[in-house]
T-cell receptor
């Protein structure tokens, strides 16, 4: 049981390049989330998927797109990377709203640098 | 406008003593609160939570207290250990919402 996995762990992009961050969970969770963490800013929600087939914007969605490929996988795409997107990105999952104790399970993160 | 505030960016404590991490919130619709712990180069991990119908929840060395009238919660770690050194995030959930709101974190350093 690997929990939440993210690839890649590290990435350096040039301004204007595109890339996709991959996330997968093997806990049969319904909801999945993408966050970014910047120094002094805590965790800010980019997009989330409450259940398979749905996606919604979070607090800071500009410059990003997401795909809920199936129940296990939720990818984050940067179409044209900007230096402001330099950050650490975390994927998280949660069982289902209304069940359990509402805690999220986080992946190990992707450290992205845009030059 | 931060709805969940952790006003102390850092806290330094001696091993064996109590660590108290504080969190204030402004949204009276929050009904569930969580604490996460994050080590460098790792993702956050869930630590402990409390429902708004309770004022205390305890799990081993960790206790969370909720004061609804003051819109304040605190995490107590007793006794503190060097392995507790990490960033601690407070989070709150509004009833019916899929999305928790996170504070900006407090970095705890426990000195041997």
């Amino acid at each position: 049981n690997a929990g939440v996995t993210q690839t890649p762990k590290f990435q350096v992009l040039k301004t204007g390049q595109s890339m996709t961050l991959q996330c997968a969970q093997d806990m049969n969770h319904n909801s999945m989330y993408w966050y970014r963490q910047d120094p002094g800013m805590g965790l800010r929600l980019i997009y989330y998927s409450a259940s398979e087939g749905t996606t919604d914007k979070g607090e800071v969605p500009n410059g990003y797109n997401v795909s809920r490929l199936n129940k296990r996988e939720f990818s984050l795409r940067l179409e044209s990377a900007a230096p402001s997107q330099t950050s650490v990105y975390f994927c998280a999952s949660r069982l289902f709203p209304g069940q359990g104790t509402y805690e999220q399970y986080f992946g190990p993160g992707t450290r992205l640098t845009v030059t | 406008d931060q709805q969940v505030k952790q006003n102390s960016p850092s806290l330094s404590v001696q091993e064996g003593r109590i660590s108290i991490l504080n969190c204030d919130y402004t949204n009276s619709m929050f009904d569930y609160f969580l604490w996460y712990k994050k080590y460098p180069a790792e993702g956050p991990t869930f630590l402990i939570s409390i429902s708004s119908i309770k004022d205390k929840n305890e799990d081993g060395r960790f206790t969370v207290f909720l004061n609804k009238s003051a819109k304040h919660l605190s995490l107590h770690i007793v006794p503190s250990q060097p392995g507790d050194s990490a960033v601690y995030f407070c989070a709150a959930r509004e009833g019916g919402s899929y999305i928790p709101t996170f504070g900006r974190g407090t970095s705890l350093i426990v000195h041997p």
